[in-house]
């Protein structure tokens, strides 16, 4: 017999939203909460479990906020003086600065300050992809050899699909959230990409993994607030030989396919474009 404390299960739509990704080998996914359904395009890649790279950044945000791990009004590390890559990580920085200019060396100190214990618990908790960490160094990386600059989030053994980055960022931002207000406050503030007219909001993060100096995974995954509900969402890019594949195309993606959503929402047609 069902009980009402029995949750719907959202309904699946394939779409063809290729135009989008004018060639890129890619997957998107879109789940309206309203309406309860999940819109996938590429539906075998959106299941396929990558590399999360700096996306995973909201996770250990996530986990550090939760756990007082990073208090955001006192939250500078020192630069170790070592030379990056990056120049805008060459320098003391904090936490939201770390957050939006994506400084891997900041977040390589505070997963280890996380330690391996708290993660494993709380990414079984989100259901975060296959929950691998067991190459907390990221030695698997091919890419790059830099302990500051590496670890079990890139392109080493922890995986999730783009589907399943969706998921988690229902179950951090949702209903049934389990975490406090204030961590997702602060989240939030940090994941703050747009904010247009009409209260529209649109957050994210972008990640982007490289094999032997070659993308071959970039994503961008957040959500979209407005006042008649929140779009979690995902867009991932493989691998394209002939076309330069980068975490800014899919945020630039996955922006573009969020606004086109709306507008169409608000004509009255949003069943075409979800």
Same mark, same amino acid.
């Given at each position: 017999m069902l009980t009402a404390d029995i949750k719907a299960v959202p309904k699946v739509i394939e779409r063809d939203w290729s135009e989008y990704f004018d060639g890129f080998h890619g997957a998107a996914v879109v789940y309206d909460v309203s309406t309860m359904e999940y819109g996938i395009f590429n539906r075998e890649l959106a299941l396929t479990r990558r590399s999360p790279c700096s996306t995973f950044k909201i996770i250990s945000s996530?986990?550090?906020?939760?756990?007082?791990?990073?208090?955001?009004e006192h939250s500078i590390r020192t630069w170790s003086r070592e030379t990056f890559w990056n120049e805008k990580w060459n320098k003391d920085i904090d936490f939201k600065e770390a957050f939006r200019e994506s400084c891997v060396w900041y977040f390589r100190e505070v997963i280890d300050e996380?330690?391996?214990?708290?993660?494993?618990?709380?990414?079984?908790?989100?259901?975060?992809?296959?929950?691998?960490?067991?190459?907390?160094?990221?030695?698997?990386?091919?890419?790059?050899?830099?302990r500051a600059l590496t670890g079990f989030w890139i392109e080493?053994?922890?995986?999730?699909?783009? +589907? !399943?980055?969706?998921? *988690?960022?229902?179950?951090? @931002?949702? $209903?049934?959230?389990?975490?406090?207000?204030? =961590?997702?406050?602060?989240?939030?503030?940090?994941?703050?990409?747009?904010?247009?007219?009409?209260?529209?909001?649109?957050?994210?993060?972008?990640?982007?993994? +490289? !094999?032997?100096?070659? *993308?071959?995974?970039?994503? @961008?995954? $957040?959500?979209?607030e407005k006042a008649e509900g =929140?779009?979690?969402?995902?867009?991932y890019l493989g691998r394209t030989d002939d076309k330069n594949v980068s975490?800014?195309?899919?945020?630039?993606?996955?922006?573009? +396919?969020?606004?086109?959503?709306?507008?169409?929402?608000?004509?009255?047609?949003?069943?075409?474009?979800?």
């Amino acid at each position: 017999m069902l009980t009402a404390d029995i949750k719907a299960v959202p309904k699946v739509i394939e779409r063809d939203w290729s135009e989008y990704f004018d060639g890129f080998h890619g997957a998107a996914v879109v789940y309206d909460v309203s309406t309860m359904e999940y819109g996938i395009f590429n539906r075998e890649l959106a299941l396929t479990r990558r590399s999360p790279c700096s996306t995973f950044k909201i996770i250990s945000s996530l986990i550090a906020l939760e756990n007082r791990l990073i208090d955001p009004e006192h939250s500078i590390r020192t630069w170790s003086r070592e030379t990056f890559w990056n120049e805008k990580w060459n320098k003391d920085i904090d936490f939201k600065e770390a957050f939006r200019e994506s400084c891997v060396w900041y977040f390589r100190e505070v997963i280890d300050e996380i330690g391996q214990e708290v993660m494993q618990e709380e990414l079984n908790k989100l259901l975060y992809g296959n929950c691998d960490i067991s190459d907390w160094e990221g030695r698997l990386n091919t890419n790059n050899n830099n302990r500051a600059l590496t670890g079990f989030w890139i392109e080493s053994s922890l995986a999730i699909s783009p +589907k !399943e980055q969706t998921e *988690v960022m229902e179950r951090i @931002f949702g $209903g049934d959230s389990i975490y406090s207000e204030e =961590t997702k406050r602060q989240l939030k503030e940090v994941m703050l990409v747009e904010h247009h007219e009409g209260d529209l909001s649109i957050y994210g993060k972008t990640g982007m993994g +490289k !094999e032997k100096g070659i *993308v071959v995974d970039a994503w @961008f995954v $957040g959500f979209v607030e407005k006042a008649e509900g =929140t779009l979690y969402f995902c867009v991932y890019l493989g691998r394209t030989d002939d076309k330069n594949v980068s975490s800014a195309v899919a945020k630039e993606i996955a922006i573009g +396919k969020v606004s086109n959503y709306y507008n169409i929402q608000e004509e009255g047609s949003m069943g075409n474009i979800l």
